[in-house]
């Protein structure tokens, strides 16, 4: 495989004080410097669009990374191939999947990457946005915090999200009355249509609360939060005792420079007995290939269906982050190069 000399990539020039817009990155062109020990060079193949991203665009101090400088180029977690490999770990031409740039090619350290294998059978854009982050997030969060039993009622907000869609099918594989909340008419038919859902919320046009207790009537056990803010408050008004609340992200706070106060109804984590836990699921890595074995089964057998929402070349990976944060985004939204 020929190694490229230079590669284009999106350097962070603006830190955005709400939405990300057109002047936050600048599509660049650099020289790539010769391989160091233990590096690898990598063609990034395809470019995952994730909410995290925003906070590494801010100066908050209480990020579970450090955030990206200005002047560096933006990253994100992608499906790479090695073009070149000056370690004993990985072969050229082997797929791996890591944090990495926004960039036609990026130098890796070879302990940074996991191998990637995708399963016999299933598209390489659609097993990656499955297995990668998406899937592990959902199964994790869900399973093994949440710990769903038959019968239970679980509400999923930012439920036709890639992380959101995934939980509640999974939830539902369990044995759940599951509720999901979501931006639009059509993405809450989407949720009971085709995924399932025993019933979805536009928060946009309903009364959130109202809605709840009507499609919530025995109340809610489990609630896995990907929004925050209001929402949240109107679940943690309606949860049972001995719930369980699983804080994945907080979408609606992202775009906020100062801390969001809330939720305002935490005392019910006492009058409630509730268990309340947040994660970062990179913290989980080395427990990926056992999720990733079921995720892949469950594709496969039909038994949970994802949607991907794919833009076509790196000059497009702005807008596509930017999709994320607007509702326009249907789908676990990537790039692919």
Excluded at 254 to 264: F, I, K, L
């Amino acid at each position: 495989m020929t190694s490229p000399s230079h590669s284009q990539f999106w350097r962070f020039d603006n830190r955005p004080e709400a939405n990300i817009n057109d002047s936050t990155f600048s599509l660049q062109q650099r020289e790539l410097p010769p391989l160091e020990e233990g590096q690898l060079l990598v063609k990034n193949l395809i470019l995952s669009m994730d909410a995290t991203n925003r906070l590494w665009l801010g100066e908050r101090e209480e990020l579970y990374m450090e955030p990206i400088s200005l002047g560096d180029s933006m990253r994100g977690f992608g499906l790479c191939q090695i073009v070149k490999s000056n370690s004993r770990l990985y072969q050229e031409g082997q797929l791996v999947s890591s944090l990495t740039e926004w960039a036609e090619y990026s130098i890796l350290d070879a302990n940074a990457v996991q191998a990637f294998v995708a399963p016999k059978d299933m598209p390489l854009d659609l097993a990656f946005g499955v297995m990668s982050i998406a899937g592990p997030t959902a199964y994790h969060g869900l399973l093994n915090i949440a710990h769903p039993r038959p019968g239970e009622t679980v509400v999923v907000t930012a439920a036709s999200g890639a992380v959101g869609c995934l939980a509640g099918q999974i939830a539902k594989l369990s044995g759940c009355h599951v509720v999901g909340t979501a931006g639009s008419d059509a993405k809450c038919r989407y949720l009971v249509e085709e995924l399932g859902f025993d019933a979805a919320i536009n928060y946009r046009d309903a009364n959130v609360e109202d809605a709840l207790r009507q499609a919530c009537p025995n109340g809610i056990d489990i609630q896995f939060e990907n929004v925050g803010g209001s929402i949240l408050d109107s679940c943690l008004k309606l949860m049972n005792n001995n719930g369980r609340v699983v804080i994945c992200g907080l979408i609606s706070m992202y775009n906020s420079a100062e801390n969001v106060p809330g939720p305002y109804m935490f005392h019910n984590s006492i009058m409630k007995r509730l268990k309340i836990e947040g994660f970062v699921i990179l913290d989980h890595a080395a427990e990926f290939p056992a999720m990733q074995r079921y995720l892949a089964q469950w594709i496969q057998d039909g038994a949970i269906k994802f949607k991907l929402h794919s833009h076509q070349g790196i000059e497009h990976a702005s807008t596509a982050l930017q999709s994320l944060y607007t509702g326009e985004n249907n789908g676990k939204v990537l790039v692919k190069l």
